[in-house]
């Protein structure tokens, strides 16, 4: 077990596998998101009916524009959310842009542990 608290920056201690610790599950919505901030990396928690985890970097890849707290919608089978800037609509499975394809969100594993999402930073 690493440490469970983050100090001031939100720098976090990673474990053997690269993971550190982001939040408690319940402080994302069952169908919603969080916004945490992990070692310099501002991340979009993305959670779907209280089960499945997604996790992508916050900043629009296309504009830069916060992505968190984006309702989820299915298009197509795609879960997905839109940036608010330019209305790009992206797959948060995949993070993958679908209304232009030059554009990919990056995606971080999740696992939950004892009730606390950890998200990994480094493979």
């Given at each position: 077990v690493f440490a469970m608290f983050c100090c001031a920056q939100n720098t976090v201690e990673l474990d053997e596998d690269g993971y550190g610790l982001a939040c408690k599950l319940s402080d994302v919505p069952e169908t919603g998101s969080k916004k945490v901030q992990m070692n310099g990396k501002s991340l979009?928690?993305?959670?779907?009916?209280?089960?499945?985890?997604?996790?992508?970097?916050?900043?629009?890849?296309?504009?830069g524009v916060s992505l968190a707290g984006r309702d989820i919608e299915e298009l197509d089978g795609?879960?997905?959310?839109?940036?608010?800037?330019?209305?790009?609509?992206?797959?948060?499975?995949?993070?993958?842009?679908?209304?232009?394809?030059?554009?990919?969100?990056?995606?971080?594993?999740?696992?939950?542990?004892?009730?606390?999402?950890?998200?990994?930073?480094k493979r």
């Open positions: 979009a928690i993305y959670r779907y009916q209280g089960s499945k985890l997604y996790v992508i970097q916050n900043s629009c890849t296309h504009g795609k879960l997905c959310i839109t940036c608010p800037g330019h209305f790009y609509k992206f797959d948060i499975k995949t993070g993958k842009c679908i209304t232009d394809s030059h554009y990919v969100q990056r995606r971080y594993r999740a696992k939950v542990q004892d009730e606390f999402i950890y998200i990994q930073l």
